[in-house]
């Protein structure tokens, strides 16, 4: 059974750059899943922010697409996410996912990790 | 952007109960809708791919049913660990988008 976990930084100050990562275990990162950002602010609903597939195709969210970047780390097994010029709208729970390829949808999370948008 | 639109919002029942939750998509998804069950403080847990394919693990009073632009999560005789709050999302076409939450309340 793939695990993930996730791990940033901290707060981040607005306008600035808020960058997490997702450590992969259990299967490796470079098999035919979609390895995904999915967000939620505290006490809301559940954003998708976007997927990559080890081919190093990506889909973003459009509300988000110029701000955002999702990348692979094959050799080390993870994925990250990067979300510049941040405001405190952008503050939540970021939680990373994977989704097998096909109609299958997302079979498994991260415990998310809270971030914080403050100066 | 396909909109998907879950009824009710939240709803009170009993440990025994059988509990219904609609989610209605914007235009036709094919089968392409997901439910998931999330806890408070807690991440998501997938419950169900493909309308009505139970992910591995979950109970069998557990279903999904619907196809195109209907879709509906029935769980028969509620646990006291079914209470949270459910996510329906489609993922037929990008962006991938999310029902506002259904939560389900102990009466």
């Known amino acids: 059974q793939v695990q993930l976990q996730e791990s940033g930084p901290g707060p981040v100050k607005p306008s600035g750059t808020l960058s997490l990562t997702c450590a992969v275990s259990?299967?490796?990162?470079?098999?035919?899943?979609?390895w995904m950002w999915v967000r939620q602010p505290p006490g809301k609903g559940l954003e998708w922010i976007g997927e990559?597939?080890?081919?190093?195709?990506?889909h973003y969210n459009p509300s988000l697409r110029s701000r955002v970047n999702i990348s692979l780390d094959k050799p080390k097994n993870q994925f990250s996410l990067r979300l510049s010029s941040v405001t405190a709208a952008d503050t939540a729970i970021y939680y990373c996912?994977?989704?097998?390829?096909?109609?299958?949808?997302?079979?498994?999370w991260g415990q998310g990790s809270l971030v914080t948008v403050s100066s | 952007d396909i909109q998907m639109t879950q009824s009710p919002s939240s709803l009170s029942a009993v440990v025994g109960d059988r509990v219904t939750i609609t989610c209605r998509a914007s235009?036709?998804?094919?089968?392409?809708l997901a439910w998931f069950q999330q806890k408070p403080g807690k991440a998501p847990k997938s419950l169900i791919y493909a309308a009505s394919s139970l992910q591995s693990g979950v109970p069998s009073r557990i279903s999904g049913s619907g196809s195109g632009a209907e879709f509906s999560l029935t769980i028969t005789s509620l646990q006291p660990e079914d209470f949270a709050t459910y996510y329906c999302?489609?993922?037929?076409?990008?962006?991938?988008?999310f029902g506002q939450g259904t939560r389900l309340e102990i009466k």
């Open positions: 990559m597939y080890p081919s190093g195709s990506t």
């Open positions: 235009q036709d998804i094919s089968n392409h």
């Open positions: 259990g299967g490796s990162i470079s098999v035919g899943n979609w």
């Open positions: 996912a994977k989704k097998p390829s096909g109609i299958y949808s997302i079979d498994s």
């Open positions: 999302q489609q993922y037929y076409s990008y962006p991938i988008t």
